[in-house]
């Protein structure tokens, strides 16, 4: 089956936390999931570009242009690409109602679902109080993240090769830690707050990535996850309902799927000599 026969076309696709420009970037992921996902609107939620990196070590390999690129080419096609800036390329907050290449930069937006829906596009540092107001603890933390990437790499490089899975030491540790999952709840319950303030049905963010599809009591809270780790976006369907796509689960599927297909051996037809024919 070719790319074009496979494509999954959505109304809208959500993307967060690309983060390139730092070599914890799943580049390659992303440049195969943008090949077989397509959208008439495309949100960029912020932390695409990592500038926090950039400014300690400039690393921009092929690879990551080839994602603006690939992005590029599908506003010349004619999708709707709408950065909405984060905390980590927050540069670009600068350049709030300005097109470069079909790119539209805001500082926020509201997206109307196809059933009619009213979702506040927002990264979500504004609500992490440690980015907002301790801004050298926020980098010591991004570099303990870093670090805590370059040991999961190398753990992970062990694993692949006695067979097992990828496995995320800092996704779990979000989970485990009481800290870090009482900061996700708060998180949350502050964009559901802030959507419900600006009259939205839902709020649609990023920041901490952690993908997520939950209900509020009347808003409705989306998650578009990170190209980092999880590998993770949020689709609208033409009914306006939402999908969260888990790509590395899909890469993972079809590796295994791909793997069992070739350790299948076919039966070697039995050679009948002539005596045993007759």
């Known amino acids: 089956m070719d790319d074009q026969a496979a494509t999954r076309h959505f109304r809208t696709l959500f993307l967060s936390d690309i983060h390139l420009g730092s070599k914890a970037a799943q580049a390659d992921m992303l440049i195969d999931f943008l090949r077989f996902h397509d959208a008439e609107k495309i949100y960029l939620v912020g932390d695409i ?70 979702f506040l596009v927002i990264h979500g540092d504004e609500f992490d109080v440690v980015v907002r107001n301790a801004r050298i603890i926020a980098y010591l933390g991004d570099w303990a993240y870093d670090a805590a990437i370059a040991i999961n790499l190398v753990f992970n490089k062990v694993r692949r090769r006695l067979g097992f899975p990828y496995w995320s030491f800092s996704s779990w540790a979000k989970l485990k830690v009481k800290n870090a999952v009482n900061f996700i709840g708060a998180f949350e319950t502050a964009l559901a707050e802030e959507a419900a303030k600006a009259g939205c049905d839902g709020v649609i963010c990023g920041h901490i990535h952690h993908a997520q599809l939950a209900e509020y009591e009347t808003v409705s809270y989306v998650n578009t996850g990170d190209w980092v780790e999880s590998c993770t976006a949020i689709a609208e369907r033409y009914d306006g309902s939402f999908e969260l796509i888990r790509w590395s689960e899909v890469v993972r599927e079809r590796a295994l799927a791909k793997l069992g297909t070739a350790r299948k051996v076919p039966e070697r037809s039995r050679l009948v000599r002539p005596t045993e024919a007759a």
């Open 49 to 118: 570009v990592d500038g926090w990196r950039l400014k300690r070590s400039w690393n921009w390999p092929q690879n990551h242009n080839d994602v603006v690129q690939k992005l590029l080419r599908k506003a010349r096609k004619g999708a709707t690409i709408i950065y909405v800036p984060g905390n980590h390329d927050e540069f670009l907050r600068d350049f709030v109602g300005r097109h470069f290449g079909g790119v539209e930069v805001k500082l926020r937006d509201v997206h109307i679902t196809a059933d009619g829906r009213r």
